[in-house]
Every structure is written in structure tokens, then in C-alpha cells.
Antibody, heavy 118, light 106 residues
Framework: QVQLVESGGGLVKPGGSLRLSCAVS????????MSWVRQAPGKGLEWVSY????????TYADSVKGRFTISGDNAKKSLYLQMNSLRVEDTAVYYC???????????WGQGTLVTVSS | EIVMTQSPATLSVSPGERATLSCRAS??????LAWYQQKPGQAPRLLIY???ARATGIPARFSGSGSGTEFTLTISSLQSEDFAVYYC?????????FGQGTNVEL
């Protein structure tokens, strides 16, 4: 059974940094296709970033481009989201999800809360 | 970016009734349309992909239809566990975009 577990969320001041992790189990991680999706409190879903290990493609929402970096580690079976220059509007629950072209966002983690506040 | 618009924002139904949710795309997404269900305090769950294919474990009372710019999610006979927020999402172009959600309530 595939399981995704996010960690690394917390309270950070505007302008600060955080690195989120997503540990993957129950499935091979040699080739991975993964996204980060976030949800601000009481709001809808916003796709943030995607990575394909097979093509090397990474892509970002305009709202985070140049500030966030997605990456993965096959050996550790983990996905990461490095978040720099954080803004108040980045406050959200961040979910990692498997994102295969044929079946998008087919498995989600439980989410980790990031709060950006002074 | 492709803008996804869902209607209605809130749908009030009774158990056993049929629910029809709509999703419109600002440009054609072909059949690259998915639906997700989210219950309070939980992560979203994939229900439907490729417009009409049910994800693993999804009951047959959930069905999707449409193409191009107009899509529908139908729940044929609402069960108590189906009261939730439903989101559509296009995945033909980057950035992936979601609709604002439809809250299906009792």
C-alpha cells in the first residue's frame, strides 16, 4: 500500500525558509512523478510544483516560481520542497501527491501546515 | 492559465438523491479532467480521471462525463459519506488548475 508522509511544516517569519519532506513507502521510487499542492485555511486547492525523475522536468506555479525548489532523492525515497523568501500568503497545508500523467494526483499525504507570520 | 469554474458553489441534497456537479474550463482540456473529493480535516482523494474513469476503489455511483470545456460529476444516489467538497482539475497544461469547489451538503 502506497503511503506518503509529509513533515517539516511549522511557524516561520516572513522572509524565512523551510524545507518540506515527503517520505514515500509501499512503492518503488526509482522513477517518480510527484506534485506539491497547497490549501490555505478555509480555501480551495492550489497546485504548487511538479517533478518527473525520468525527464528531469520541474515546473512551478507563478506564485512560487523563483522562491520554491522541488527535488527528490531515490535512495531516501523522499520528495522535498525548499521554500525560501516565504510570504504570509504562503500559509497553507502542503500536500505531496503522486502525479502520474495517466492518473493525476492519485495518492496524497496527510499534509503539513506551514504558517508564515511575524 | 486555464481557469476552471465549478457550479454550484453549494449543493443541498438529501440522502438517496442524485447530485449533479458542473465544471467549465476556459479553454479545451480535451478529456484531461479529474475530480477529487475532500472531507473536513482530510486530504483530497482522486475520484475520477480522464473525465470518466473511476479511480481504484471508487463506487460505481460516482460517474463523470463531458469533453472539451464542459464536464459533469454525477453521484447517482447520495450516501451519508458523500457529503464533502468536490474539486475538478485540468491536467492538460501547466499550471495544473483546480476549480473553486462545490460543497455538497445535507
Amino acid at each position: 500500500q502506497v503511503q506518503l508522509v509529509e513533515s517539516g511544516g511549522g511557524l516561520v517569519k516572513p522572509g524565512g525558509s523551510l524545507r518540506l519532506s515527503c517520505a514515500v513507502s509501499g512503492v518503488s521510487f526509482s522513477d517518480y512523478y510527484m506534485s506539491w499542492v497547497r490549501q490555505a485555511p478555509g480555501k480551495g486547492l492550489e497546485w504548487v510544483s511538479y517533478i518527473s525523475s525520468s525527464t528531469g522536468l520541474t515546473t512551478y506555479a507563478d506564485s512560487v516560481k523563483g522562491r520554491f525548489t522541488i527535488s527528490g532523492d531515490n535512495a531516501k525515497k523522499s520528495l522535498y520542497l525548499q521554500m525560501n523568501s516565504l510570504r504570509v500568503e504562503d500559509t497553507a497545508v502542503y500536500y505531496c501527491a503522486r502525479d502520474e500523467g495517466s492518473e493525476p494526483l492519485n495518492c496524497w499525504g496527510q499534509g503539513t501546515l506551514v504558517t508564515v507570520s511575524s | 492559465e486555464i481557469v476552471m469554474t465549478q457550479s454550484p458553489a453549494t449543493l443541498s441534497v438529501s440522502p438517496g438523491e442524485r447530485a449533479t456537479l458542473s465544471c467549465r474550463a476556459s479553454q479545451s482540456v480535451s478529456s484531461n479532467l479529474a475530480w477529487y473529493q475532500q472531507k473536513p480535516g482530510q486530504a483530497p482523494r482522486l475520484l475520477i480521471y480522464a473525465t470518466s474513469a473511476r479511480a481504484t476503489g471508487i463506487p460505481a455511483r460516482f460517474s463523470g462525463s463531458g469533453s472539451g470545456t464542459e464536464f459533469t460529476l454525477t453521484i447517482s444516489s447520495l450516501q451519508s459519506e458523500d457529503f464533502a467538497v468536490y474539486y475538478c482539475q485540468q491536467y492538460i497544461k501547466w499550471p495544473r488548475t483546480f476549480g473553486q469547489g462545490t460543497n455538497v451538503e445535507l
